[in-house]
């Protein structure tokens, strides 16, 4: 991420902007929040052209922070930086796309060992009570939460080990997976991922390690399973206005 002395969450600079008032100068690390949430979230395609005085107009700042930003994005491969044409959200190949989720598979397995060793009482009814606003959501067919919940589950679980290096590659994975799924996940696909968080946690709760490890790794497997590698690239125009709420 960038340093800033300057720190506003991703929800309070939306929020601000749909008061209608003229947005005030952004800090790097806001402007990087915002945009990483809407690449993860999907709001932002991949393949999408990021124009560089676009942005700079949108969060009233100069071309060169907007361009600091947006080599942040590149060094976690959100962003795809080209010489002589621009940024664009990255869109990840069909080898990559296979990568992420071995590596997700590999990572998540170890952890999900791990968690069950540490997951305390109270760990556990912190997940339960994410698995509520996971049912929540898909109840109310609320997608983009459905994603946003959907990662976070993950993340609780590396949260349990305690590990802050673990836990920083995870949240990168996850999110370029989110890239990964929005490209290739098929038409017809059916998302049950509601249903294997909670026999995850059911065995975490059971302190089987080894239970929750072949459940996360049949979740990531099944995941995979329903990636469809024939998506076209998508337009190349969007309304930046829109996607951040402005």
């Known amino acids: 991420m960038i340093g800033t002395n300057e720190m506003i969450s991703a929800e309070a600079l939306i929020d601000s902007n749909r008061t209608g008032r003229e947005m005030a100068p952004t800090s790097e690390e806001a402007i990087y929040q915002v945009m990483h949430a809407a690449i993860a979230e999907r709001r932002l395609p991949a393949g999408m052209r990021l124009v560089e005085d676009q942005l700079a107009r949108l969060f009233c700042v100069s071309r060169a922070r907007i361009r600091a930003v947006l080599q942040s ?3 976690e491969r959100m962003v795809t930086l080209q010489k002589n044409r621009g940024a664009f959200v990255s869109y990840p190949s069909v080898a990559e796309a296979r990568e992420v989720f071995q590596a997700r598979r590999l990572l998540e397995s170890a952890l ?6 540490m997951a305390k009482l109270h760990g556990v009814e912190r997940l339960r009570e994410h698995l509520d606003r996971e ?3 898909v109840e ?3 997608r983009r939460v459905e994603i946003k919940l959907s990662g976070e589950f993950h993340l609780l679980i590396a949260e349990l080990v305690g590990n802050a290096t673990l836990s ?3 949240a990168e994975l996850i999110a370029r997976s989110s890239l990964v799924i929005a490209i290739y996940e098929g038409a017809g696909a059916h998302d049950c991922w509601q249903m294997e968080h909670r026999r995850i946690v059911d065995a975490l709760a059971e302190g089987d390690g080894e ?3 072949r459940l996360m790794e049949g979740h990531l497997a099944e995941a995979e399973s329903r990636l469809s590698l024939s998506r076209e690239p998508v ?3 969007i309304d930046f206005k829109a996607i951040f709420g402005i």
């Open 235 to 237: 337009a190349s125009q």
């Open 168 to 170: 920083g590659y995870l």
């Open 211 to 213: 239970a929750a490890a």
């Open 112 to 117: 999900v060992r791990e968690a069950a060793r």
């Open 140 to 142: 109310s067919n609320d």
């Open 73 to 75: 994005l590149a060094r």
């Open 135 to 137: 049912r929540a959501a």
